[in-house]
Every structure is written in structure tokens, then in C-alpha cells.
């Protein structure tokens, strides 16, 4: 029985093989980067058969109805004839409007967009150089308030993106974006009901987005934003943080550094678990790296929150 068909060819795949791994291994050229079911860069749709529903997690219903699937986490069980998609993340081109830093390994970049890039905050986007090179972020901005879409990009010693943007890219420069991806966003969240945001490092981008569009969506429930760095120099949003909680009664900022010795010190997941009580009642949204995300998400489930109402996204390293 063939299980893999790759528009008309049949593809050999392993027992307990994924289709992604099954596709390299084919010599096919599919686009990935997470390989953890995150990124949905290899998104791919089954025109005959049904994939496994783990494959179709995180995807919109509509995606699902579709037969899109992700790749790199789809384990077939069935025959599936598939073929490649790039409709679901069509690209389009952007110009870069403004660069600066909002920290010593934090670059801010504004990109201006045309009337076909629309998308929530909190979604991500992947950013593509002139030579073809992707990487994805988060979008911190809010279409309806900001007319450029805003990324916090962490720059990495080494890393090939980081070197591009802090190195070769100047205002005016045009790149390509392919998305927005993701659910990550305000939806499905009472407006009444406790919003818990935490992020660490450049999770904050989502977070932001997310938390004004839930303002500018009247949230009227208490709202807490927990960010989290290892230095203090890390809360790259310190200050207008600190300036929006005192004016907005019911959202608190909660920053902590690792290796500050005063009252913002400490670990950020310790002081989510220590502060947030209500958690039957809460909706989470968690962004930042996969040790901190992971924990978290096990952690607030075994004290009683509902899986449900915690979304996240793990800012994985491109593979
Ligand atoms: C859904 C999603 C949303 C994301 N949103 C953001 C965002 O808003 N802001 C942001 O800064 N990043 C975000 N990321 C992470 C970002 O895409 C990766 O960090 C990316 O690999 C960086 O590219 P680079 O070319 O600079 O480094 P690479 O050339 O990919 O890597 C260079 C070196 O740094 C290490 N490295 C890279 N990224 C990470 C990481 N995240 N954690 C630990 N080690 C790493 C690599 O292992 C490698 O050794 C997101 C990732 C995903 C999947
Ligand atoms: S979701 Fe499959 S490569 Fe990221």
C-alpha cells in the first residue's frame, strides 16, 4: 500500500516517519524551519485522504476543511496524496521604515506593508532577505492604530539573520514577508475575564500586541503582563510599561530579572505561579523560548488551569 504521494509520485516513508523527513529524504525541496509543528512553514495540503488531526493543530478551521496539514508533524496512518502550498502564506514585498534598538540585543524594525498584508496582533510573520533567507517574528504592532507592522528582533551572536538586520539593513531597503501565521492573537477571551500575558526576552512582541488590542477592545477584566530577562537592561519596555499601568486601572506590569538583586529580581515563571491565583478563570497567553513556555503551560495546568485557555508560542531557532 502506498501511504506518501507527492503530487503523482509515490514517496517511500518509514513506519512512524514523518512527511516532512520523508520528503528531504526524497531529495523534494519543502519548505521547513521548527520541524516542531510551531513555525508552519511546511504547511502542505492533502488532496486525497485525511491527515491525523495532530498534523492540523493550530490551523483555522477553514485551513483544516481544506485538507493543510503540518508537515513536519504529520505521521501517516492512511494513503495521503499531498501536494506543496504557498496560497496559505502568500508573500508579499514590505519596505523597511525605521530600524533602531530597544536594548543591546534587541533590534525594533517598523515595515511598511501594502493593502494585501493584513493580520492580527500577536500574529507572526516570516521575514525574507533579497538572497531567500526566512526567519519568523512576531508582530508587536496594531493595524488599526500603528500604520507600520512593528518586529522585536533578538540579535544572536552568529546568527544569520541577526548579522542581516544589524549589519546590511537600512530604511528603505525592500524585503518580502510570508503570513501572518498563527493563533496567537485576541479572540475567544471574555472581556470581563482575567488576562494573563507572559513573555520572556522578545516574547514581549506578542504581548504587546495583545495587550493593546485587548485595551483597544474595551478588556475591561484585570490585565497582568509578566516579562521576563536575565539582565535588567532585558525589560526593554521597562518605562512605558511601568507609565501604562499607572494610568490603566486594570492592567499590571510585573517585570523580573534574573540577576537583579532588587524587588524586580528573580524568575519570571515563579512569580506567574506565585501571583496568579484564579487560574480556573484566566486566559494565558505565554510567548518566548521553549524552556520557559513548556514549564509554564505544565505548570499552570497542574495547578488547575484549563488547557484551553492557554495559548503560546515558542519562539523556536530555525533548523
Ligand atoms: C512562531 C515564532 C515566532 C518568533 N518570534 C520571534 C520574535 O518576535 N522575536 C525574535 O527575536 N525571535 C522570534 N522567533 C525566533 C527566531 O525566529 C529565531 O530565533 C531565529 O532562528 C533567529 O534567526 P537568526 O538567523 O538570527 O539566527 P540563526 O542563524 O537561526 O541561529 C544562530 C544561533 O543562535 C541560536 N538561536 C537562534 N534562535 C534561537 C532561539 N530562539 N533560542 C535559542 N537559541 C537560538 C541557534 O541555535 C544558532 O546557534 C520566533 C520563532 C518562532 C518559531
Ligand atoms: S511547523 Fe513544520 S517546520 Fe515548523
Not at 513555525?39 to 492533502?46: E, F, I, P
Not at 508579499?92 to 493584513?118: M, Q
Not at 552568529?158 to 524585503?175: A, I, N
Amino acid at each position: 500500500m502506498t501511504l506518501l504521494t507527492y503530487r503523482s509520485a509515490a514517496i517511500d516513508i518509514e513506519p512512524g516517519e514523518d512527511v516532512l523527513s520523508a520528503l528531504l529524504r526524497a531529495e523534494i525541496d519543502a519548505p521547513h524551519s521548527c520541524r516542531a509543528g510551531v513555525c508552519q512553514t511546511c504547511l502542505h495540503r492533502a488532496v486525497e485522504g485525511a491527515p491525523p488531526a495532530a498534523a492540523q493543530e493550530g490551523l483555522t478551521e477553514a485551513q483544516k476543511a481544506q485538507g493543510y496539514f503540518l508537515a513536519c508533524v504529520c505521521v501517516p496512518k492512511t494513503p495521503l496524496t499531498v501536494i506543496p502550498t504557498d496560497e496559505a502564506a502568500a508573500r508579499s514585498e514590505v519596505i523597511v521604515r525605521a530600524i533602531d534598538r530597544l536594548s543591546g540585543d534587541v533590534a525594533r524594525l517598523y515595515l511598511e506593508h501594502g493593502p494585501d498584508f493584513s493580520y492580527r496582533p500577536g500574529q507572526f510573520l516570516e521575514l525574507i532577505t533579497p538572497e531567500g533567507l526566512g526567519r519568523h517574528y512576531s508582530i508587536a504592532s496594531v493595524p488599526e492604530e500603528d500604520p507600520h507592522v512593528e518586529l522585536h528582533i533578538r540579535l544572536h551572536r552568529g546568527g544569520r539573520m541577526s548579522g542581516f538586520v544589524s549589519e546590511q539593513l537600512s530604511p528603505g531597503d525592500r524585503l518580502h514577508v510570508a503570513g501572518p501565521l498563527g493563533t496567537c492573537f485576541y479572540e475567544g477571551v471574555d472581556p470581563g475575564q482575567p488576562l494573563t500575558l507572559v513573555g520572556a526576552g522578545t516574547g514581549l512582541a506578542p504581548l504587546m500586541g495583545i495587550l493593546r488590542d485587548a485595551l483597544r477592545r474595551g478588556h475591561h477584566g484585570p490585565i497582568r503582563l509578566y516579562h521576563g530577562a536575565r539582565e535588567r537592561a532585558g525589560l526593554y519596555l521597562h518605562d512605558p510599561l511601568e507609565a501604562l499601568a499607572a494610568k490603566r486601572e486594570n492592567f499590571t506590569y510585573v517585570p523580573r530579572a534574573l540577576s537583579d538583586p532588587g524587588p524586580e529580581g528573580g524568575d519570571v515563571a515563579a512569580a506567574v505561579l506565585e501571583q496568579e491565583l484564579a487560574l480556573k478563570e484566566t486566559a494565558f497567553f505565554l510567548c518566548g523560548g521553549e524552556r520557559l513556555v513548556g514549564r509554564l503551560k505544565r505548570d499552570l495546568f497542574m495547578k488547575g488551569a484549563s488547557l484551553k485557555q492557554i495559548r503560546s508560542d515558542v519562539f523556536l531557532a530555525a533548523n
